[in-house]
């Protein structure tokens, strides 16, 4: 029998819970739920208010992994969604906006991707973000140098940069802009790309080729542009372990001698909230939001 579960007041029927999705550990679908319904204070201010792209591996990431953008089939009456602009024509998705949804959307086995931009204002950006994505033999110590820079180089803008892990080999920067098109910020983030591999040849390049990224970072600016998404913080992401897209400090980044500084698991994130807060919190403050040259 499908075991069902009530969620402020939403009867949810909660599937397979003794599923194996993270083989590495045996982390299960039962203790996915788990993880997001522990981290949901943190984790969706920064899903509200923003369509989300559902990146699901139903059966674990050596099973088929697919992006849902559209609402799924099944999704309960009182799952908020919304029309989104699209340049094929307009599509509805879904806002994960209390923990009943979330854990409705977990119950699918996803990761949560999301844009730059709120659904009340698409295409107008208040984020600006960098992905940081080494190219072996370069690792997330070579991705922390690169941030580095690229830290000092948006506050002589004005703009204030916070890191998370990737989740996977990276690492993400952000910060919150003005309200700006997306086109505007997506160039000047390319701007700063250009001037990050000038500054530092050997370590950076902008372009995504892949012949010219071993052992560079590729400072993907791309991901600025109105129709891009990028993993939500705090998501879990499709991997053999239950690896999260984790907020991290700037002494971390500072001091990350080893890749394995700047993994962090399911098990790793209450403890580093009960410490730290949410270290992406500022982004919320309109006081501190950067206005872009």
């Not at 402020?8 to 045996?26: I, Q, S, Y």
């Not at 039962?30 to 997001?36: A, T």
């Not at 500054?199 to 892949?210: D, G, I, S």
Request: with cysteine; net charge negative.
């Amino acid at each position: 029998m499908t075991p069902i579960t009530e969620v402020e007041g939403r009867r949810l029927a909660l599937t397979n819970l003794d599923k194996v999705l993270h083989p590495a550990t045996g982390f299960t679908k039962g203790e996915v739920l788990h993880y997001y319904a522990t981290v949901a204070d943190v984790l969706l201010p920064h899903l509200r208010d923003r369509p989300v792209s559902f990146l699901r591996y139903p059966d674990g990431p050596d099973g088929q992994v697919f992006f849902t953008k559209n609402v799924p089939p099944g999704t309960p009456a009182w799952v908020t969604t919304a029309e989104v602009p699209r340049t094929e024509g307009p599509a509805r998705m879904v806002l994960v906006q209390d923990l009943p949804s979330l854990v409705w959307a977990a119950n699918l086995v996803t990761e949560f991707h999301t844009p730059q931009w709120t659904i009340g204002t698409p295409g107008i950006a208040d984020r600006i973000m960098f992905d940081l994505d080494p190219g072996a033999p370069a690792t997330v110590v070579e991705c922390c140098e690169v941030a580095l820079w690229l830290r000092e180089r948006l506050a002589a803008d004005g703009v204030e940069a916070y890191a998370k892990s990737s989740g996977s080999k990276g690492l993400h920067l952000l910060a919150a802009v003005a309200p700006t098109p997306s086109a505007d910020v997506s160039a000047y983030a390319k701007e700063l790309a250009v001037e990050a591999e000038k500054a530092l040849p050997r370590q950076v390049v902008h372009r995504m080729t892949r012949s010219l990224r071993p052992g560079k970072v590729f400072v993907d600016w791309s991901q600025n542009a109105g129709r891009k998404t990028t993993a939500t913080p705090y998501t879990l992401r499709a991997r053999a372990e239950p690896a999260v897209s984790a907020p991290v400090t700037w002494e971390e980044v500072e001091g990350c001698g080893s890749p394995a500084q700047l993994a962090f698991q399911a098990a790793d994130i209450a403890p580093r909230v009960r410490d730290f807060g949410d270290l992406l919190a500022p982004l919320f403050d309109p006081e501190r939001a950067g206005r872009l040259p």
